[in-house]
């Protein structure tokens, strides 16, 4: 018997949410480019062994046509399969965005509620390893403006499992991101059967002086600058979206009701994106309780530049991050 697992890689959790649903379910099956085995499980690895365990059959690697795995997969779904389609990155989401808008977000409303779609859509993407413009964009507030979607990225390897694990078995095309600068990152192994519900956020760290909201990788750096100023005696709670839509909006009214100062944090621009939607709910609910304006924290107006200096500018920091905490306690 093997040991035990101290801790898990990003890329395992998502492997094993995989291995756990396709094992449950034979009408789960993985496609997308160079997702098998013999194409190397995926140019992330997290595929890698699906295929030697369950066939080509059920881990199909494609061409490089994002229409073609997308319009497949959709098809696939609503005569009751649930496939889990990997767009290698998330750019790329651009060529196949009719199959996704058009089609599987809006099935059931067109059906009358008789057709569900139950895809999963998995994606990489992120800044900060230097792949450029074209490979690096957070576009989840594309799609979380897109009704019928919903949109999921975790912040440690647990949670990747317990999402995805999730998202698999939802009845709703679910669009689940991966951070490729998290692929490596460790922790500890979730138990089997492990799930994260959809639309439930958690707070990672509990705080009574502001709250800051944020999803995806920009947790850890959360985390790290609320460790630095509880040593200067402010204490900040940090909450994990998990899911982007539908996000948690009880969770960060109760929090944000408590403390009455909020910061909103994501790797995507700042511009438009999802923090505007948090801070604008916010606003809207509990504008006679704030003690401050709700900040906002993101990435620079621009393309993700290939340079790696231009690239560090263009990311948001945790000198922001800090800066917009403390102007929110004046």
Not at 43 to 48: D, M, R
Request: glycine share 10%.
């Amino acid at each position: 018997m093997n040991a035990p697992l101290k801790t898990i890689s990003f890329s395992q959790g998502i492997n094993m949410a995989l291995d756990e649903a396709m094992a449950a379910d034979p009408n789960v099956f993985v496609l997308g480019e160079d997702v098998a085995d013999e194409q190397g499980g995926g140019v992330f690895k997290a595929t890698l062994g699906l295929s030697a365990k369950y066939g080509a059959s059920r881990v199909r690697s494609t061409p490089i046509s994002e229409q073609a795995i997308i319009g497949a997969a959709v098809g696939a779904a609503i005569t009751g399969m649930r496939p889990v389609a990997e767009i290698m990155f998330m750019n790329f989401l651009t060529v196949c965005m009719d199959q996704i808008v058009n089609h599987a977000a809006k099935l059931r409303f067109m059906s009358g509620g008789l057709t569900s779609v139950p895809l999963t859509i998995r994606c990489g993407t992120g800044a900060g390893v230097g792949f450029g413009g074209q490979h690096s964009d957070m576009l989840e507030a594309w799609f979380a403006h897109v009704p019928g979607m919903k949109v999921v990225t975790a912040s440690n390897p647990a949670d990747a499992k317990g999402l995805l694990l999730s998202a698999i078995e939802d009845d709703d095309p679910t669009l689940f991101i991966e951070n490729v600068a998290m692929y490596a990152a460790q922790g500890a192994p979730p138990e089997a059967g492990y799930k994260v519900p959809l639309g439930k956020a958690k707070v990672v760290r509990e705080g009574s002086d502001v709250t800051v909201i944020t999803y995806g990788r920009p947790v850890l750096e959360v985390a790290a600058v609320a460790e630095t100023l509880a040593g200067e005696g402010v204490s900040v709670e940090v909450i994990d979206l998990r899911t982007i839509a539908p996000f948690d909006a009880e969770t960060v009214l109760n929090s944000v009701a408590k403390t009455n100062r909020a910061v909103v944090v994501h790797e995507a621009v700042k511009a438009f994106g999802v923090g505007a939607e948090v801070s604008s709910r916010i606003h809207e609910e509990l504008f006679s309780q704030l003690k401050a304006p709700v900040g906002r924290v993101g990435s620079k107006y621009s393309p993700v530049p290939f340079s790696p200096p231009l690239e560090q500018a263009w990311l948001y920091s945790r000198d922001e991050i800090a800066a917009a905490i403390r102007k929110t306690l004046g």
